[in-house]
Nanobody
Framework: QVRLVESGGDSVQPGGSLRLSCAISRHTYREYCAGWFRQVGGEERERVATMYTGGGAAYYVDSVKGRFTISQDNARKTLYLQMNNLKPEDTGIYYC?????????????????RGQGTQVNVSS
């Protein structure tokens, strides 16, 4: 059973920065897609940023391009999301995800294993 544990959520003012972390364990994939989804209010969860360990460019939703950066440590045990110039519309619950079956990244939320989520609040 894949285990994903997020941390780093907090309350910040607009323009501030946060770094989310996700400890990844108990998977058997040689290569995989990992990343972050978020849920804002009662809206549908959206894919924010993902990366495939086998290579290729990372994906970012348009609203975060140039502000957020996804990365992973060399041991592939921790996933990060560096969030800069945060805006109130970034407020939400951020979920660390890992695509099942070693498949490529996509928007299919129900096909990802995920953590419990970490809350990010951006307000003045």
């Amino acid at each position: 059973q894949v285990r994903l544990v997020e941390s780093g959520g907090d309350s910040v003012q607009p323009g501030g920065s946060l770094r989310l972390s996700c400890a990844i364990s108990r998977h058997t994939y040689r290569e995989y897609c990992a990343g972050w989804f978020r849920q804002v209010g009662g809206e549908e969860r959206e894919r924010v940023a993902t990366m495939y360990t086998g290579g290729g460019a990372a994906y970012y939703v348009d609203s975060v391009k140039g502000r957020f950066t996804i990365s992973q440590d060399n041991a592939r045990k921790t996933l990060y999301l560096q969030m800069n110039n945060l805006k109130p519309e970034d407020t939400g619950i951020y979920y660390c995800v890992l695509r099942r079956n070693g498949a490529m990244c996509d928007n299919m939320w129900h096909m990802y294993d995920r953590g419990q989520g970490t809350q990010v609040n951006v307000s003045s």
